[in-house]
């Protein structure tokens, strides 16, 4: 079969990111097939950067199966006691290759719409294969199951869909399983966007190029409308918990159990971080790198920030300053100490186009989380653009503020002239002038 990345591949970034997260050379299954549509959108979103693609690929996807991991241990406590688990709409294996790594291949089962996919894992991971249905109604599944995953497809469907997939996954869940699913906030809406009183935005439009869109848009939901959908599928009562921005700090995480009653207080749930890369420049004659920017978590902590270089620890900052424009951005006090600034010494000799660059966030849990990486080059690159929007935003902020006083100043002109005309108008001003004529008249002024 075709491969987009082939696991003997070099990939600088890939190989930087693997360390960090702790998996050994030869210890994931690195092979991403030809047909996975995920990776060519990443690759159009870093604009043709293949490597910073692949990096965004691979932290995408430990990043979700670490959120998922963390769910599934509040449920059942130790991976090992899952009994199956169903990883639906799974694509081609993004996140199934790294929960593959905690739960035994053959207690894990993977559906897509894709055949190729379901293929491309069953050969690669070991996993169970399903190959779905575009309706829910022609979805046939014999397997019941103690935990179901369901990553980035109800953040696609239309309201009926919406529903009546709900109804048909929280029928394959075994007594005491759990459905796990993520959606779209109305936070996350592009800007000017409303949402409806129903509670749902669906967008014919998509990333995908082979899914017609009014199967396969683009949604975005309401806690409530979640709520409503979760009744109507399978009858008031059922257990509803949701995780803002529980998957790569952008999708809503939802825990959706049939059982009444059940208390999600225990669930101590780390998102991962957000982190802001704001500045980037060289300093002593290039013998240091500074940069810039603030770090937060809406689930969790940050402790620390820290800039990697090749491997090693260029510099960290454990104390985040006062940012009071994040606090207000992200609508809490919480993430008022949110600031970082780093001040980098370079090894002599180090590459600007060849050496790895990481940005790390240290969790609540002290787990360091990569969520930047690149060369010097493209570091500085991301810096200056940064300095450019900024520069552009200061420029915009002077031209509406000119372009205020310049109406306000005519407002003010136009009112002066209305006083005035009002007042040449008025009984007494005419009184005024008719004197002013006498007084002139006879002499008694040389006003004009």
């Known amino acids: 079969m075709p491969l987009a990345f082939h696991p003997d591949e070099t990939s600088p970034l890939v190989a930087a990111l693997l360390s960090d997260l702790g998996i050994a050379p030869g210890a994931l299954d690195l092979a991403i097939d ?167 935005h669906f967008q014919e439009t998509s990333e995908s190029g082979s899914l017609a869109k009014s199967d396969y848009g683009s949604t975005w939901v309401t806690e409530g409308f979640v709520r409503s959908s979760l009744d109507r599928a399978i009858g008031p009562g059922a257990s509803l918990h949701r995780i803002e921005r529980g998957l790569c700090d952008f999708q809503d995480l939802y825990l959706a159990l049939p059982e009444p009653g059940t208390d999600f207080t225990s669930l101590d749930f780390h998102g991962e971080p957000q982190l802001s890369f704001e500045r980037a420049k060289l300093a002593e004659g290039g013998r240091r790198l500074d940069l810039g920017g603030w770090a937060a978590a809406r689930s969790g902590a940050v402790r620390a920030v820290e800039a990697m270089l090749d491997g090693e620890r260029l510099a960290v900052a454990s104390e985040l300053e006062p940012r009071p424009d994040v606090a207000a951005f992200l609508g809490g006090e919480r993430h008022l100490r949110s600031g970082w600034n780093l001040a980098c010494p370079l090894p002599p000799g180090a590459s600007r186009t060849a050496a790895v660059l990481r940005l790390r966030v240290v969790d609540g849990r002290g787990r360091p989380q990569p969520l930047w990486a690149g060369s010097l080059e493209s570091a500085l690159l991301a810096g200056s653009r940064q300095d450019a929007e900024r520069l552009f935003h200061e420029l915009r902020q002077t031209q509406d503020l000119l372009t205020g006083e310049k109406a306000r100043a005519a407002v003010e002109a136009e009112a002066l002239r209305a006083r005035i005309q009002a007042m040449e108008a008025s009984r007494f001003w005419k009184l005024r002038n008719a004197w002013f004529a006498v007084k002139r008249g006879i002499g008694l002024t040389e006003e004009r």
């Open 34 to 200: 030809a047909r996975d549509e995920m990776l060519g959108f990443l690759v159009d979103s870093f604009a043709g950067d293949r490597d910073r693609a692949l990096f965004g690929y691979f932290r995408s996807g430990a990043s979700i199966a670490d959120s998922l991991g963390q769910v599934l241990r509040w449920r059942f406590g130790p991976l090992g006691r899952v009994g199956k688990l169903l990883d639906f709409a799974s694509g081609y294996g993004r996140v199934t290759r790294f929960l593959v790594r905690d739960l035994p291949p053959e207690r894990v089962w993977v559906a897509d719409v894709y055949a190729d996919g379901v293929r491309f894992q069953e050969e690669r991971l070991g996993v169970h294969g399903i190959v779905s249905a575009i309706r829910p109604e022609d979805f046939v599944c014999a397997e019941r199951f103690d935990a179901i995953l369901v990553t980035s497809l109800f953040t696609h469907l239309p309201e009926e869909r919406f529903v009546a997939w709900l109804r048909v996954l929280l029928g394959l869940l075994a007594p005491g399983g759990m459905l796990a699913f993520s959606a779209h906030s109305p936070e996350v809406l592009p800007p000017g966007v409303p949402m409806p009183e129903t509670g749902i």
